[in-house]
């Protein structure tokens, strides 16, 4: 499972953060790749406006813009890869490697260790 998260620098840019379900966002990791600084959580209004989805069901497509998006390194170990589909209550099942391709995400390592 990915999960998805909004972020928002200091100057307004949003940056979306794609990992493993199991595992924690290091925000310092996401700041380097970025090159920004101080980095937060976007809000539910903030995540509807920009990504068009509600907090907690946000899908790496179909997106209303298109931010910075960034895939933690370990997400290129798997061959297939569940995503929101936009209901808490529905998941997509993708090729890992066609999705890859389709958002042309930055890969990097952003998961604490």
């Known amino acids: 499972m990915i999960k998805c998260m909004l972020l928002r620098d200091k ?15 290091d925000l310092k990791k996401v ?4 090159e920004c600084k101080r980095l937060s959580f976007a ?5 509807e ?3 068009g989805y509600r907090k907690g069901a946000i899908a790496p497509i179909s997106l209303k813009q ?3 998006t960034i895939f933690d390194k370990k997400l ?3 061959f297939k890869v569940n ?3 936009g209901d808490h209550r529905a998941g997509l099942e993708l090729n890992r490697k066609e999705l890859i391709e389709l958002i042309k995400p930055m890969i990097a390592n952003i998961i604490k260790e």
Do not use: F, T
């Open 83 to 85: 995503i929101s589909s």
């Open 49 to 51: 406006e920009v990504l």
């Open 66 to 68: 298109q931010p910075l």
């Open 43 to 47: 809000s539910p209004e903030q995540i």
């Open 76 to 78: 290129q170990e798997k």
């Open 11 to 25: 100057k307004g840019v949003y940056i979306l953060a794609c990992l493993p379900g199991d595992q924690q966002l």
């Open 31 to 34: 700041q380097g790749v970025a």
